[in-house]
């Protein structure tokens, strides 16, 4: 069975702290994203990230993907109310149109 | 542009029922997928679609079943429900896209959910 794991599965913390999210699996993924998803909503594309290695930033949020591609870290700067919500990372398998996604965590950022 | 829609949004059901989900999506994407969302478990797979008239099993199919036959939609049937089949149900599609390096991603879009209970 393929599993990804994500650590912590729930984080409340200050407005103006940094936070770190990881995933980790022991399979190689052809891709990996993550998702927010927010009460009674569905999740919604953050980013995505193929290459080993690779860095994408989107405003305070800073996305790494493991040089072997087996892991993924998800990186708030100075979090705001507004990052409230659960993130989830997604692993797309070899051949690119299965995924398995992690359980999520859930963050809460208080004012 | 709707997206990705399900109907209904939420349903109660007795036990031995039946009944069937719609998802529908107006970005001509090849790929569909169905999945269900529980607590602490996150989002597992249920059935998919790589095109129209094609369908395949997921992570946790048993009894559920599914059709494509036209690309823009994807049912999801429960001929018999069970409590256990009590959930979050989200429909998904995605456009096959190739990378600049060759890989494929699967960058996939969501519907609002539908949110069933099963007496």
């Known amino acids: 069975t393929q599993l990804l794991e994500q650590s912590p599965q729930f984080l409340s913390i200050q407005e103006g702290e940094n936070l770190t999210v990881y995933c980790n699996s022991s399979?190689?993924?052809?891709?990996l994203q993550w998702y927010r998803q927010e009460p009674g909503e569905g999740p919604v594309l953050l980013v995505t990230?193929?290459?080993?290695?690779e860095v994408k930033k989107l405003k305070r949020l800073t996305f790494q993907f493991g040089d072997a591609r087996k892991d993924s870290s998800l990186h708030i700067t100075a979090a705001q109310p507004g990052d409230t919500g659960l993130y989830l990372c997604?692993?797309?398998?070899?051949?690119?149109?299965?995924?398995?996604f992690g359980a999520g965590t859930r963050l809460f950022v208080k004012a | 542009n709707a997206g990705v829609t399900q109907t209904p949004k939420f349903r109660v059901l007795k036990t031995g029922q039946s009944m069937t989900l719609l998802c529908a999506q107006d970005?001509?994407?090849?790929?569909m997928y169905w999945y269900r969302q529980d607590p602490g478990m996150g989002l597992r797979l249920i059935h998919y679609?790589?095109?129209?008239?094609?369908?395949a099993k997921g992570e946790v199919p048993d009894g559920y079943n599914v059709s494509r036959l036209k690309k823009q939609n994807f049912l999801l049937g429960l001929e018999s429900a069970a409590p256990s089949q009590t959930s979050v149900y989200f429909c998904?599609?995605?456009?096959?896209?190739?990378?600049?390096?060759?890989?494929?991603?699967?960058?996939?879009?969501f519907g609002p959910g539908t949110r069933l209970t099963v007496l």
């Open positions: 998904a599609s995605s456009l096959r896209r190739t990378s600049r390096s060759g890989v494929l991603s699967n960058e996939q879009f």
């Open positions: 399979s190689v993924f052809s891709s």
């Open positions: 990230v193929v290459t080993g290695g």
């Open positions: 997604a692993g797309a398998l070899t051949g690119g149109f299965k995924t398995i």
């Open positions: 970005m001509n994407h090849e790929y």
């Open positions: 679609s790589v095109g129209e008239g094609t369908t």
